[in-house]
């Protein structure tokens, strides 16, 4: 794996969460840094606290013990209405989202039963590493390493290159998770220091992917084809989040099989079935889950395509559970 230099004076980065032992973010057993910011607004998101450009408060209502019991929130640090309460027997306290955006680590830190939390901290690339390095040894067990997630990793190229080179140059096996949906000259920039990278063709049609999704997919194709072309020598896994009523038909599976078969580099395409783990953080974050009432593909469903990607890749079901990525069998959309 090639490593390049990085220039003195390494960035910060705004980091969501590190998530140990992983299983479904590439290869073997991995550490995924989880990165702030998105460009895509997917209506399945499990990971909406990722969105944010910035760190953000959340709440969790069944923590609050009420104002009689604490009201620390209706003091300062707390800007004026941002924390309120209802009159009546149930004296939790509310949230004016709209004035609690001014609310940081230090009102959450003010908060006796962490029913207030904020998502995102800066972190340096040495104290990210001083982390991910403590899995090390499973690592070379495994044939695992590092994975950077989101959000969106490619929207912090400074960190997310520096931190992939970090390590490399700690005999760190690197991965990314990708929408895709960046200018080019941030994949280009973080590209050279990647291993595998996991990438998502959510849908085939432009406006279809714009309405789901929030932007059209052009970018993000000819970002895959590009990359496809200039770094043969990273393993690309192409992955579906299926979403019944959406994107779990034939002619989306065939369509990505049709655009990724031409290169020997993407070695898999994994389906990745649609659930509903992270619906909670949208009442956390004080938004409106979308799709209350989408289920799971059936098994039938799951069982179908996932045949027409084996076959495509020659493989039979006897042996479809042992993938080329050396990894486990496909996770869940995120």
Known sequence: MATQEMPAGSPTGLVLNIQHFCTDDGPGIRTTVFLKRCSLRCKWCSNPESINRRPELAYDISKCIGK????????????????????????????????????????????????????????????????????????????????????????????????????????????????????????????????????????????????????????????????????????FIARTPLIPGVNDDEDHIRSVLAFIRPHKNVVDYQLLPYHRYGESKYAFLGRVYELEDFTPPSPDTMHRLQAIIDEAFGRSSQTAERRPDGGAEPGTAR
């Open 68 to 235: 009689k019991a604490c009201g620390r929130c209706l003091q300062p640090p707390f800007p004026e209405g941002a924390m309120y309460v209802i009159d009546g027997p149930d004296d939790r306290v509310h949230v004016n989202w709209d004035l609690a955006g001014e609310c940081g680590q230090e009102c959450a830190a003010a908060c006796p039963t962490g029913a207030l939390h904020v998502f995102g901290q800066e972190m340096t690339v040495d104290q990210v590493l001083e982390e991910v390095d403590q899995d090390s040894a499973f690592y070379d067990e495994s044939g695992g390493g590092i994975t950077l997630s989101g959000g969106e990793c490619l929207l912090q190229p400074d960190f997310s290159a520096a931190l992939l080179a970090g390590a490399h140059e700690r005999g760190i096996t690197t991965a990314i998770e990708t929408a895709g949906n960046v200018p080019w000259r941030f994949m280009e920039q973080v590209l050279p220091h990647v291993d595998t990278m996991l990438h998502d063709h959510k849908l085939t049609d432009p406006e279809r992917h714009r309405k789901w999704c929030g932007a059209p997919n052009t970018r993000i194709l000819e970002n895959f084809k590009k990359a496809y072309e200039t770094f043969p020598d990273i393993r």
